[in-house]
């Protein structure tokens, strides 16, 4: 299987436990965290992948995608490897929810494959880890 995970994380480490609990190391998909700060350093990935972001912007759709997420998708080299995009939200954010994820689909012309609440529950795991073993399989 060839793909990977990127994923950007906050503070609160939500998306942090949620690509945990997926345990793509043990399907082979590896993972790779979009840096929190800037100082940081920039991430570089060379192979196709998967991005899961998290919403921000507390229902301003405009402030949805994380500043570290465009930061990434902005180098050209990073753009050309993504395949599809999974978006985590709040479903109180009515219209908002996993906004971030409908706005990267779209800007980078990728498939939105899922969205989930907050951390996910077990059944968004399963089908997140499912899900992306046969996306990767068809790739």
Do not use: H
């Not at 993504?82 to 498939?111: D, H, L, M, Q, W």
Request: hydrophobic share 40%; glycine share 10%; charged share 20%.
């Amino acid at each position: 299987m060839t793909g990977a995970v990127v994923y950007f994380s906050s503070a609160s480490e939500n998306t942090t436990r949620f690509v945990e609990s997926c345990r793509f190391d043990e399907l082979g998909i590896a993972t790779y965290r979009i840096p929190l700060r800037t100082g940081d350093g920039p991430l570089a990935v060379r192979e196709p992948y998967v991005l899961i972001v998290p919403t921000y912007g507390g229902g301003v759709v405009a402030k949805a995608v994380p500043p570290q997420v465009k930061r990434f998708l902005n180098d050209p080299d990073n753009r050309e490897w993504i395949r599809g995009v999974i978006a985590s939200g709040n479903t109180n954010f009515g219209e908002a929810y996993a906004a971030a994820g409908r706005i990267v689909s779209a800007k980078c012309k990728v498939p939105l494959l899922f969205t989930f609440e907050l951390m996910g529950t077990p059944e968004d795991v399963r089908k997140t880890r499912e899900g992306l073993a046969r996306f990767f399989t068809q790739q």
